[in-house]
């Protein structure tokens, strides 16, 4: 997550970076290239970045696609450590094992034997030993309500359209932090006379990474200045169920979602995965934990 008390000159360059890598994450990405998208010399490069974002460039790709792949291995029961290891940007098998044992303690294949309850437990727990603050620890070391999303998770599965995006990032425990990030990109849409009366305020919801992005429609991608972070979510099939209340409730609605409902539907996670919401009301007028939302996570038949 970005640092505070940083020149926001940075925090802008770098986040453009981030987004480049969230979405490039299994290809290669040289220094060069992200030194490029930031505008700055490979060495100042790697200087700004690890003042902002706490590791070097080599560091943060590294553990993100460990994470991805910890990721992986919990939703994607009938891929191979080796699918899952080129999945997620490594070149071999032998180069993923070693790092994923020296990263989480333990190896590939025993977190894959764990059951998934306890795949995901131990999920949580390692993750929040790496990296996140204590806030983003308790909140994604808490745990849900069986009984209450036994009875309450109603999904269904359609197709939805394609749509162009524009965002800012903001981290998925903090509601305030939300509400503020869709104030600062609707204000920069208006700014830029990209906002109409038919947008659609979609979050995109990044749960290993605890990371939200809040977002808004727009109807073309190619008029955009570079002062934006733009994003597509593809037309496909996906799962859906309502929610209500702030980001733990989705955050437990979503691992419900794995646990109680995938394993018996007939579909796995489509890969890549996708999870996203549609707000049914203006986050400027109503408060974000008392809009109804509607989650979106991507699917495909087993």
Known sequence: MIQKDIPKEYKKRIN????????????????????????????????????????????YIIRLRLENASHSIIIYRNKSITEIALDSGFSSPSTFARAFKNYFGISAEELRSLSPKNKITKHMYINSKKHFTNVESDFINSTYDIKYWTKNLKVTVSRIPSYNLIFVNAPLSDTLKIQEGFRKIIQKAETHDLYTDQV????????????????????????LSDDFN?????????????????????????????????????????????????????????????IEREIYISIEPT
């Open 16 to 59: 453009k970076v981030v987004n480049f890598i969230l979405k490039n994450l299994k290809e290669e990405l040289p220094l060069e290239k992200l030194a490029s998208i930031a505008n700055y010399s490979p060495f100042h490069f790697q200087k700004i970045f690890k003042q902002v974002i706490g590791e070097s460039p080599k560091q």
């Open 200 to 223: 659609k305020f979609i979050g995109i919801i990044y749960p290993h990474q605890v990371l939200y992005s809040a977002a808004i429609t727009i109807s073309n991608l190619n008029k």
């Open 230 to 290: 733009d994003t597509v979510i593809n037309a496909g099939k996906y799962a859906t169920f309502k929610i209500k209340g702030n980001t733990l409730q989705t955050f437990h609605g979503v691992h419900a979602f794995y646990e109680l409902w995938l394993p018996h539907s007939g579909y796995q996670i489509a890969s890549p995965p996708f999870c996203f919401e549609i707000l049914t009301e203006n986050p400027l007028k109503t408060p974000y934990h008392k």
